[in-house]
């Protein structure tokens, strides 16, 4: 368990020290078999807090980008919502196609988000328990920039909060 999660980590701090200086190389990616092999990853760590992964994904939605970056951007949602769920809840994980988008979305029940815009800057941390650095949304937020992706995040009083990316139609292929 330890080691998954530092190894997380440290690829977030080198991809955060690299993405100016290194050019990553796109390629057709198999997003739904690459999200079931991350999701697989992550499972252990779920597994300690009682958490259930329950994943809807459609078959066979292809995306063209960096694979290191596709997985910066799909580990970094799971840890975290992982690392912010309540013990013995569930996190949703689902994958479509809609007319213009490939539609990817997390939620997890926790606490509720106070300001869904900050989470998106650099260093910034919505509570110091949790560690972190403060860098892996904004990582998020410059691959989603790089690639077009629109972001959306809702976060009820409830505590259950869904990260929403829509991939746009030139960056998923058929």
Do not use: W
């Amino acid at each position: 368990v330890v080691t998954r999660n530092l190894t997380s980590i440290y690829e977030c701090l080198e991809y955060s020290i690299k993405n100016k200086k290194v050019q990553y190389k796109k390629e057709s990616i198999n997003l739904s078999q690459f999200l079931h092999d991350r999701i697989d990853f992550f499972q252990v760590l779920a597994e300690v807090k009682y958490i259930t992964i329950v994943s809807n994904v459609e078959a066979k939605l292809m995306v063209n980008m960096s694979r290191i970056e596709l997985q910066r951007l799909i580990d970094n949602n799971l840890s975290n919502a992982i690392k912010y769920a309540k013990d013995t809840t569930t996190i949703a994980i689902d994958l479509k196609r809609e007319t213009n988008f490939a539609v990817l979305g997390f939620t997890n029940s926790g606490e509720q988000i106070e300001d869904v815009e900050k989470i998106f800057i650099r260093y910034y941390r919505g509570d110091d328990i949790r560690g972190g650095f403060g860098l892996g949304l904004s990582i998020v937020k410059y691959i989603c920039d790089l690639y077009a992706i629109k972001i959306n995040v809702i976060s009820n009083e409830k505590g259950e909060s869904t990260f929403t990316y829509y991939f746009p139609i030139n960056t998923v292929k058929e």
